[in-house]
């Protein structure tokens, strides 16, 4: 196998790879806050909610985090009907990455809500006697003084469910949406060069991945600093 070098030239790549790292970053920022959004009502509700409402929302965290990623990208891409799209700004030419979009947010909200449960529970109970204490409503304690708490006890394992999610960006190549993955591959075929192709792809999302990692780890020192 003869790897030709000279295909790692970024004036000829940038124009294939700048659009899917656009959109691979995209997908993990939008997935992220509305995961962390849908992922803390789903913690709220499993913890306070109705009994009714709070089974529903377990079989669903269950559920999500019992599939393949890749599945829940399929079957939502294949059987919404096309005209779904068609109220959506760019129709039907977005549809796959409206589904990434979608679906992503439904999926990691699953793994999130997990997350904020964990957090929410870590937090002692004497702080809800404090709240009530006050005179502060339940939904009040629980914004006000229980969230932020939390939020520090959640923030590395948060980060690190990001790297994650931003390596399951590239599960998108099944729908066709242009990710970063898409991007090497598209590059790759243009220039007779796959191999480099798919090794130069593995070498980005090992970079990246390992820079936001060190980020996680100095949040982590930080925050154990401030306790």
């Known amino acids: 196998m003869n790897l030709d070098i000279?295909?790692?030239?970024?004036?000829a790549l940038k124009g294939f790879?700048?659009?899917?790292?656009?959109?691979?970053?995209?997908l993990t920022v939008v997935a992220t806050i509305g995961g962390i959004l849908v992922g803390t009502?789903?913690?709220?509700?499993?913890?306070?909610?109705?009994?009714?409402?709070?089974?529903a929302a377990d079989i669903y965290v269950?559920?999500?985090?019992?599939?393949?990623?890749v599945m829940v990208i399929l079957w939502f891409f294949l059987l919404v009907p096309t005209w779904f799209y068609q109220y959506l700004p760019g129709?039907?030419?977005?549809r796959a990455e409206y589904s990434a979009y979608i679906t992503f947010i439904a999926f990691e909200a699953a793994?999130?809500?997990?997350?904020?449960?964990?957090?929410?529970?870590?937090?002692?109970a004497g702080q809800v006697n404090a709240g009530r204490a006050l005179g502060m409503t339940g939904p009040q304690t629980l914004m006000l003084i229980i969230l932020p708490q939390a939020a520090r006890n959640m923030l590395p394992?948060?980060?690190?469910?990001t790297i994650i999610l931003f390596q399951d960006t590239s599960l998108v190549y099944a729908i066709g949406a242009y990710d970063l993955l898409k991007g090497f591959e598209t590059a790759g075929r243009n220039a007779g060069r796959p191999i480099e192709a798919y090794l130069l792809a593995a070498a980005v999302y090992l970079?990246?991945?390992?820079?936001?990692?060190?980020?996680?780890?100095?949040?982590?020192?930080?925050?154990?600093?401030?306790?």
């Not at 790879?17 to 995209?26: A, D, E, N, T, Y």
């Not at 996680?216 to 600093?225: G, S, T």
Request: with cysteine; charged share 15%; aromatic share 8%.
């Open 17 to 26: 790879l700048i659009p899917g790292l656009i959109f691979s970053v995209q």
């Open 6 to 11: 000279a295909f790692y030239d970024w004036q």
């Open 111 to 124: 793994y999130f809500s997990e997350i904020v449960r964990a957090g929410i529970q870590s937090i002692a």
């Open 62 to 69: 269950t559920g999500m985090r019992s599939i393949p990623a």
């Open 91 to 94: 129709g039907i030419d977005r």
């Open 157 to 161: 394992v948060l980060l690190t469910q």
């Open 207 to 227: 970079a990246i991945c390992f820079l936001i990692s060190r980020v996680v780890r100095q949040v982590a020192k930080r925050i154990a600093i401030v306790r």
């Open 41 to 55: 009502m789903l913690a709220i509700v499993r913890l306070n909610g109705p009994a009714v409402v709070a089974r």
